[in-house]
């Protein structure tokens, strides 16, 4: 087509209403919500680009180099601290906790990393609605992500975002830092810390030092003493306690048992992650909370508080060390007596707790696991940035949001379901609104939780039940893209009664799959997770008169978003979990690389091991 040609009219208009369930419901979403976020994606996309195609300011040696993954997840921690730095002086301050304030404000929109921090935590409903109430209530207010606002500011060239001056002062009165983070880490960057013992704030600890290469009888490994680094560690100058990552998820850990036995009252109730909201149906569960909150608290010791530092005290208590917590439960009767889903909902507790993230997710692993699905959109549908042909034809969005009412109706009677890219893209957009769990609530009867981590070979399974549900329910194909079926395969009953969407956009949307390699411990948990769900799984293809649930593994077989190679220098940089020895796994494409420390198996810089 001519690019000067006029573009084709809008073909596709939504209906008044979509049936879910016994209701008929107004469109939740429209084109223009889409194209919006499609736009900010684009934008997150290419700060990531940015941040890898920057040059590092040193080397490790001369063998290896700061790869373009280590660019990008030592930029993420740092933008978690910015995160949390705007959430403590911004979106807590007094006017919002007070009710004098409530959304943001322009010049309140933080810089584009930081908003990329809470796009992903909004897009962990579940675990963002349990923060919110738990520890961060002023989060609840800011009216959901600013998608209008931050989609206003980005600009349609380079994806930058443009800024007022009002805004740059705002941000560095309130959080005492620059605006513009630097796209690259240098040996000098430090970060403020405080001693949990003596609460002394006056000293400062580097992001990344040069790391030291030992030469073990198991092969070379990087010791790193950097905050980011494998071996981090730094003597408090005051009091002289040796702070390290473990010791500071202890904290985490104590800070909410103090809140949980000191600070909850009748109108503000003070409760564990992961204990608030039903499993399944996301409703409010106050008794099953109540139980595992008295459980635990009375199951660990209540020291006599020393120079008033209580949380200090508990910790040495404990030899700061939070496996002796599991020891305490685990001998504890009361605990002990508990039911085994009770049980489970223990260990998902302390999953808050692998981590000194103030909030309950460990939000860099998330963005890196939503970066899949950023590239699905950018890269593979080239939908975002929105294409040109959006601007006058924004059918496919349409289709995408007629697809994704669908998704719902058929979630009213199935919680287990699949989303194709599509139809995740629409369902990304519902999450970022303030009003999406009230409104998946009453529409749906259940806050649906959106899930990005589970098992590729039950994924597979589940998208295969989804279609199935699907043809089922509406009479035509779930997916059309070319690993479930060729555009030939459909047949004229088959085809749906709107536009047809385009192919590739009806690919399972595979960022919620991730892959375990090697640990026996995990092995286990997946394999009673499994077999659970897979049990649900089946009970769901019995009703559906499948014999065998076959699976859709062609669809998630890909190059990992993760992979890289033995030699890319993960090691070298004595990131955590992390030797210089490592090994691809030829049929995941998998670095499996073994933290030496603690002896465990874990993919890319992170620990896996979800309960």
Not at 154 to 170: A, D, G, N, R, Y
């Amino acid at each position: 087509m001519d690019p000067n040609e006029p573009l084709p009219a809008f073909v596709v208009q939504l209906p008044p209403t979509f049936p879910i369930g016994t209701r008929e419901v107004t469109p939740l979403l429209h084109a223009t919500d889409l194209s919006e976020h499609l736009l900010v994606l684009a934008a997150f996309h290419r700060l990531e680009q940015r941040v890898k195609e920057t040059p590092a300011q040193f080397s490790i040696h001369s063998q290896y180099t700061v790869s373009e993954p280590i660019k990008w997840i030592i930029f993420l921690h740092r933008a978690l601290y910015r995160f949390e730095r705007w959430v403590e002086k911004v979106v807590e301050r007094t006017e919002r906790v007070d009710g004098y304030i409530a959304k943001l404000s322009d010049d309140e929109i933080p810089p584009l990393d930081v908003l990329l921090m809470l796009h992903s935590l909004m897009l962990n409903p579940r675990t963002f609605a349990e923060d919110v109430d738990r520890i961060c209530p002023s989060l609840g207010k800011i009216g959901g992500f600013p998608l209008k606002q931050l989609a206003a500011r980005i600009h349609l060239q380079t994806f930058e975002m443009t800024v007022s001056p009002t805004q740059i002062v705002e941000w560095e009165e309130l959080t005492q830092m620059p605006f513009d983070m630097p796209m690259t880490t240098s040996l000098n960057d430090i970060r403020p810390m405080e001693c949990p013992q003596c609460l002394s704030a006056n000293f400062s600890v580097p992001w990344i030092v040069m790391p030291t290469v030992e030469n073990r009888p198991s092969g070379m490994f990087a010791l790193g003493l950097g905050y980011l680094q494998n071996s981090f560690g730094v003597v408090c100058p005051t009091c002289q306690l040796i702070i390290t990552k473990d010791k500071l998820c202890m904290v985490k850990f104590a800070r909410d048992l103090f809140r949980c036995r000191y600070e909850s009252y009748d109108a503000r109730e003070i409760f564990f992650p992961f204990t608030t909201l039903d499993p399944v149906t996301g409703q409010v569960d106050r008794a099953t909370a109540y139980t595992l909150r008295n459980v635990v608290c009375e199951a660990l010791p209540n020291p006599q508080a020393q120079n008033d530092n209580w949380v200090a005290t508990f910790c040495a208590k404990l030899g700061w060390d939070i496996e002796n917590i599991h020891q305490y439960l685990e001998q504890n009767p009361a605990v002990r007596a508990l039911a085994p889903p009770m049980w489970r909902r223990i260990g998902q507790i302390f999953a808050a707790y692998r981590h000194e993230s103030r909030f309950s997710v460990d939000l860099v692993y998330a963005v890196q696991r939503q970066g899949v699905f950023t590239s699905a959109m950018v890269e593979s549908l080239g939908w975002a940035p929105p294409p040109r042909r959006f601007a006058r034809d924004d059918s496919q969005l349409s289709i995408a949001i007629a697809r994704y009412h669908a998704f719902l109706d058929l979630h009213v009677e199935n919680p287990y379901l699949v989303p194709t890219q599509d139809i995740d893209l629409v369902w990304h957009t519902h999450q970022l609104r303030d009003r999406y769990r009230a409104e998946t609530l009453s529409i749906v009867g259940r806050f649906i939780d959106h899930s990005d981590k589970i098992e590729e070979g039950l994924l597979s399974q589940m998208f295969q039940v989804t279609a199935s549900l699907w043809k089922k329910r509406f009479g035509v194909k779930y997916s059309l893209c070319e690993c479930q079926a060729q555009a030939s395969d459909l047949t004229a009953s088959e085809t749906p009664p709107i536009e047809m969407p385009q192919l590739s956009a009806t690919h399972p949307s595979e960022h919620n799959s991730i892959t375990i390699l090697g640990n026996p411990n995990v092995a286990n948990t997946r394999a009673e997770r499994r077999r659970v769900e897979a049990a649900r799984v089946s009970a769901i293809g019995a009703a559906l008169g499948l014999d065998e649930i076959p699976g859709n593994h062609a669809a998630f077989l890909r190059t990992s978003k993760f992979t890289t190679s033995p030699d890319a220098g993960w090691g070298a940089m004595g990131l955590p979990g992390f030797a210089m020895a490592g090994e691809v796994d030829p049929n995941t494409m998998t670095l499996d690389a073994v933290d030496r420390r603690k002896g465990k198996s874990c993919v890319m810089a992170y620990e896996m091991d979800n309960p």
